[in-house]
């Protein structure tokens, strides 16, 4: 059965710092393009950040609202995916997922998600 759960994020002020994880288990995680996502309230899912497979290099992308304050990352002996947030900006508020990003969709199930809220 496959299991993402994510966690890390909290209340911070804007200019703060977070640190996201998302275990995952029951995938063969190596394998994968991961990704974060991020829902605001009363807006659609996005995708925020993606890191491909070692075999790929581990290439990673942003969204343009965040590249250069995110920090997508992975420990594939650990089935773990990171996201290193800094900067943060109120907009960042959203709950924040993880996934493996295929096309427009996503591969699994999605978890609980953690909620990141930024005060101004």
């Known amino acids: 059965q496959v299991q993402l759960v994510e966690s890390g994020g909290g209340l911070v002020q804007a200019g703060g710092s977070l640190r996201l994880s998302c275990a995952a288990s029951g995938i063969t995680f190596g394998v994968y393009t991961m990704g974060w996502y991020r829902q605001a309230s009363g807006k659609q899912r996005e995708l925020v950040a993606s890191?491909?497979?070692?075999?790929?290099?581990?290439?990673?992308a942003y969204a343009d609202s965040v590249k250069g304050r995110f920090t997508i990352s992975r420990d594939n002996a650990k089935n773990t995916v990171y996201l290193q947030m800094n900067s943060l900006k109120p907009e960042d508020t959203a709950v924040y997922y993880c996934?493996?990003?295929?096309?427009?969709?996503?591969?699994?199930?999605w978890g609980q998600g953690t909620q990141v809220t930024v005060s101004s």
């Open positions: 890191i491909s497979s070692r075999a790929d290099g581990s290439m990673t």
């Open positions: 996934n493996a990003p295929q096309g427009d969709l996503a591969a699994f199930s």
